[in-house]
């Protein structure tokens, strides 16, 4: 029903930033919530950041500290991730998500809220 495809991923040095998109296709209508996750090898997979398909609601991954802006393109169906001032731990593969959930302002840090996923951009940040 929901289709995403991220990318803006790449190989970036230390202190550096990216910006990730996220674009959906489908029944766009459905989604009420918009999150980004990340996995490295051997790690659980975390939030990053989340915002509302309507009006401006956003949240935030604990370990974001200030780093992240989340955006959204009504025009283009399209989700924003800023990251600024990466760092080597912040590389991953950063995964896009959609919740179609009526409430979806519950849980929007958990992973198995969300209903569609894309197949993820690698962000690989350099020392």
């Known amino acids: 029903q929901v289709q995403l495809v991220e990318t803006g991923g790449r190989l970036v040095q230390a202190g550096g930033s990216l910006r990730l998109s996220c674009a959906s296709s489908g029944l766009i209508s459905d989604i009420k919530l918009m999150g980004w996750f990340r996995q490295a090898p051997g790690k659980e997979r975390e939030f990053v950041a989340a915002i509302s398909w309507t009006g401006s609601t956003t949240y935030f991954g604990d370990f974001v500290k200030g780093r992240c802006t989340i955006s959204r393109d009504d025009a283009k169906n399209t989700v924003y991730l800023q990251m600024n001032n990466l760092k080597p731990e912040d590389t991953a593969l950063y995964s896009c998500?959609?919740?179609?959930?009526?409430?979806?302002?519950?849980?929007?840090?958990?992973?198995?809220?969300?209903?569609?996923w894309g197949q993820g951009t690698q962000v690989t940040v350099s020392s």
């Open positions: 998500a959609a919740d179609v959930s009526p409430n979806w302002e519950r849980l929007p840090h958990s992973d198995l809220m969300y209903d569609y």
